[in-house]
Each structure stands twice: as C-alpha cells, then as structure tokens.
Nanobody, 123 residues
Framework: VQLVESGGGLVQPGGSLTLSCVMS????????IGWFRQAPGKEREGVSC????????DYGDSVKGRFTISRDNAKNTVYLTMMNLRPESTGVYYC?????????????????WGPGPQVTVSS
C-alpha cells in the first residue's frame, strides 16, 4: 500500500490550493480515504473523507463549504480542493486509508498514511 501526497505550498489568505493523493497497492472499492491536518503543537484533525466505491463524503465543520474532496479512479487519485484558505488552515496535510465501510474523521480508524505535504497560509 502506498499513498503519496503532492500539491502543498505557500498561499495567501483567501487563496486556493488543491492537494493530490496518488494511491496504489490495494483494491480501491473496499476502502475510504481521509484527509487530515496537523498544526504545530496540535492534535491531528479530520478534514474530509470519501468512500472510493461511490464517493460518499464527509467534512469537518471548520471546512464545510470551502473544501471539496473528490476522486478520479482512472488516475488512482483523491483530491482535496481548498478554497478561501485561512491562516488556521496551516499545517501538514496527510491522506490516509480506512477499511471502514462508512469512513469517519477519526485518525485511529485509518491504517495507512502518506508522508504529508506542508500547507502554509500566510501573507
């Protein structure tokens, strides 16, 4: 199993950024993918998740209406499109895999993690 994220960087407040998570080594139809954020000195926070077989999604309250999770199975990729970014969105963003039939935003339910790119929102 491999999860490789890309797309992190520096963006100004109010800007947009799209993260990608390329997946390999498992049967996508049996799993979900979640995005998590960890800011310095804080616990890992659930941002969004998607069930790969039918695109069921869920979002954390702090990102609803601003972030969108999506998938492209032909490209083995899950995306996190982030709009209207705020300084508090800064952190390392991880994608992770869960075997739960209904994915939830609890890190303990995920068993494989990518290395995580840094996203910094600052002027």
């Amino acid at each position: 199993v491999q999860l490789v994220e890309s797309g992190g960087g520096l963006v100004q407040p109010g800007g947009s950024l799209t993260l990608s998570c390329v997946m390999s080594g498992f049967n996508f139809a049996e799993y979900g993918i979640g995005w998590f954020r960890q800011a310095p000195g804080k616990e890992r926070e659930g941002v969004s998740c998607i069930r790969l077989k039918d695109s069921y999604t869920d979002y954390g309250d702090s990102v609803k209406g601003r972030f969108t999770i999506s998938r492209d199975n032909a490209k083995n990729t899950v995306y996190l499109t982030m709009m209207n970014l705020r300084p508090e969105s800064t952190g390392v963003y991880y994608c992770a895999r869960t075997p739960l039939s209904v994915p939830i935003l609890r890190p303990v339910t995920y068993n494989y993690w990518g290395p995580g790119p840094q996203v910094t929102v600052s002027s």
